[in-house]
């Protein structure tokens, strides 16, 4: 174990499968979830280091008239841009870990012994050595891509795209110590979430 007595479940998996909806289950056991992309809105709050970084790396242009950061402007700036996003992240992915130990640590210091840690890049970021073992939440390729379409109100084909830009989700699988099917509806998703919960509970009391 990384922390003495502590047990940190890497939760992920790939884009729309579904991993918000699994974390939200485990809070309601009484698990406390640290969302990693809370962290990186965290990390480039305005008057943030990393925020100043972000613009003299890629232009004022990426700060928005309110000081916060330009998603959308930064996203087309690095997207298709393996060069760029390798900057970006290596701006952004120190910031985020350490905002993560700090959170981890609040956790301890509050009496659990078991913690989730939620980042949909955990494996590509190479944070495998913050976590103890790993669970993917999994979902068929034919769902995922209608989910994506759904929620972000985007075309087939771009849909398709994005979700070809990232790691296949059968990759991600092979990490997974527990995996979990999101392809049913939000009822089974529940019941698949209780039982290997009951199960890893009872593992680790």
């Not at 402007?73 to 996003?85: A, I, M, N, Y």
């Not at 790993?134 to 979700?163: C, F, S």
């Not at 990490?175 to 529940?190: A, H, Q």
Request: charged share 30%; with cysteine; glycine share 10%.
């Amino acid at each position: 174990m990384i922390y003495p007595g502590v047990r940190i479940i890497g939760l992920t998996g790939g884009i729309a499968s579904g991993k918000s909806s699994v974390a939200g289950i485990l809070e309601e056991f009484g698990v406390p979830v640290i969302d990693a992309d809370q962290l990186a809105r965290q990390a480039v709050s305005p008057g943030s280091r990393s925020l100043a970084r972000i613009a003299e790396v890629f232009g004022d242009d990426v700060i928005a008239v309110d000081g916060t950061l330009d998603r959308k402007r930064l996203g087309t700036l690095v997207f298709g841009d393996s060069e760029k996003r390798c900057q970006l992240e290596g701006i952004l992915h120190p910031e985020i870990r350490r905002l993560g130990v700090e959170r981890i640590a609040r956790e301890i210091a509050a009496g659990h012994d078991l913690i989730v840690y939620m980042a949909p890049l955990l494996i590509e970021a190479g944070a495998l050595d913050r976590v103890d073992e790993i669970w993917v939440v999994t979902v068929r390729p034919e769902i995922q891509l209608e989910r994506l379409m759904a929620r972000d109100g985007i075309g087939r084909e771009e849909a398709r795209r994005i979700i070809d830009s990232q790691m296949p989700l059968a990759e991600k699988a092979t990490y997974g110590k527990v995996l979990i099917d999101n392809s049913g509806s939000s009822e089974e998703t529940r019941r698949i979430v209780t039982d290997i919960w009951k199960k890893e509970a009872g593992e680790h009391q």
